[in-house]
């Protein structure tokens, strides 16, 4: 096994920041940004036109930072099965990632729906006006809270790959697999 692992690290590493950079991002800039558009009608197609530009830039982060984190698990795998602390980290960093890619594609989905609501006033990307569509205003409204809740969850990959990170010190190696060796005797 190689003793460094610096390009699966920056692929785990900057696919993560900018997937968690470019949604924060977007919720604040591109959604802000088709608010202020004066004609409330041309909003809808300002916001798709944004994320539109971002989403092949989105998907090729999300590739690295799971090629990336696929390589790191690979590489670390001994230590996720016998150091105490690595596997719950694994196991929940896990969920969470299936959880940003879920909502992820729970949000393209939204979006594209939401942009059929181009010609219809809006009052904001995630804001229907009394008049837009139904099917468009329900698809906004969820898009509310996603807008939020991938900056939450992909932040949260962010902390926990630190402290992956920080369970690599050799104090912490050490202890964890004392940690499991001690309960391994005391079976």
């Not at 670390?76 to 992820?104: C, E, H, P």
């Amino acid at each position: 096994m190689p003793s460094r692992n610096t390009v699966a690290r920056s692929l785990h590493d900057l696919g993560a920041a900018a997937w968690f950079g470019g949604s924060l991002m977007g919720a604040v800039g591109v959604n802000g940004a088709a608010a202020a558009v004066r004609d409330p009608r041309d909003r809808a197609g300002v916001a798709a036109a944004g994320w539109g530009k971002w989403n092949p830039v989105n998907a090729v982060a999300i590739g690295a930072h799971l090629v990336g984190d696929g390589m790191i698990l690979s590489a670390n795998r001994d230590r996720a099965r016998y150091q105490a602390g690595v596997r719950s980290n694994t196991v929940i960093k896990l969920a969470v990632t299936g959880a940003a890619l879920g909502a992820t594609v729970l949000s393209g989905v939204l979006g594209r729906k939401s942009a059929e609501g181009h010609g219809h006033p809006i009052e904001g990307a995630t804001d229907p006006a009394p008049s837009t569509p139904d099917d468009v205003a329900a698809a906004q409204q969820n898009l509310r809270y996603l807008q939020w809740a991938l900056p939450v969850l992909t932040g949260t990959i962010i902390v926990l790959g630190a402290q992956q990170g920080e369970q690599q010190r050799p104090s912490q190696i050490i202890t964890g697999f004392g940690e499991t060796l001690a309960r391994q005797i005391g079976k």
